[in-house]
T-cell receptor, first 114, second 113 residues
């Protein structure tokens, strides 16, 4: 069975601080995909990134970076120099090869104060 | 621009009423999904559909049914609404196959009184 754990329920930071959101997953498959989504206060989930299990390269997109480590089954998300607009709930998710469904973690609420 | 739309942002219904939540996507996606989101529980899959008239139960299908008569439209039906179905309902769509990202609608916040 697959499982995604986001141990941090809520994180509060002050603007310009760096923050890392943790994601730990469990799966028996060797081929799988990991995702991060952002849910701002408006409610609509926005896709941020997808990673497949064969690509352990870290990824950077502007202030966002992702660290995928198969050895620890983790796919962590770092926001550098956080901004108020980063305030949202962030979800990590997993899908296995051949399956279209996603298993979501329970989400981490990030609050960035001015 | 890809789009998933849901018929209502907010809905208030009485216990025992039949409730229809509609979702439409314009991306020609094969897969469509219905989730509910509750504080502390994250997103839980209710049903999904991988083709017209095809459906599969998700993790929490009890008390719900679905209909997909056209590829672009996926309806969630609460046959007899109950207060424990008060929640945020999210619709999503995706291409077929593992690794396909899902695109979400804005959500419907349903209150059953």
């Amino acid at each position: 069975a697959q499982k995604v754990t986001q141990a941090q329920t809520e994180i509060s930071v002050v603007e310009k601080e760096d923050v890392t959101l943790d994601c730990v997953y469990e799966t028996r498959d060797t081929t799988y995909y990991l995702f991060w989504y952002k849910q701002p206060p408006s409610g609509e989930l926005v896709f941020l990134i997808r990673r497949n299990s064969f690509d352990e390269q870290n990824e950077i997109s502007g202030r966002y970076s992702w660290n995928f480590q198969k050895s620890t089954s983790s796919f962590n998300f770092t926001i550098t120099a956080s901004q108020v607009v980063d305030s949202a709930v962030y979800f990590c998710a997993l899908s296995e090869e051949g399956y279209s469904t996603l298993t979501f973690g329970k989400g981490t609420m990030l609050l960035v104060s001015p | 621009d890809v789009k998933v739309t849901q018929s209502s942002r907010y809905l208030v219904k009485r216990t025992g009423e039949k409730v229809f939540l509609e979702c439409v996507q314009d991306m020609d996606h094969e897969n469509m999904f219905w989730y509910r989101q509750d504080p502390g529980l994250g997103l839980r899959l209710i049903y999904f559909s991988y083709d017209v008239k095809m459906k599969e139960k998700g993790d929490i299908p009890e008390g719900y049914s679905v209909s997909r008569e056209k590829k672009e439209r996926f309806s969630l039906i609460l046959e007899s609404a109950s207060t424990n179905q008060t929640s945020m309902y999210l619709c999503a769509s995706s291409l077929v196959g593992g690794g396909s990202e899902q695109y979400f609608g804005p959500g419907t916040r349903l209150t059953v009184t």
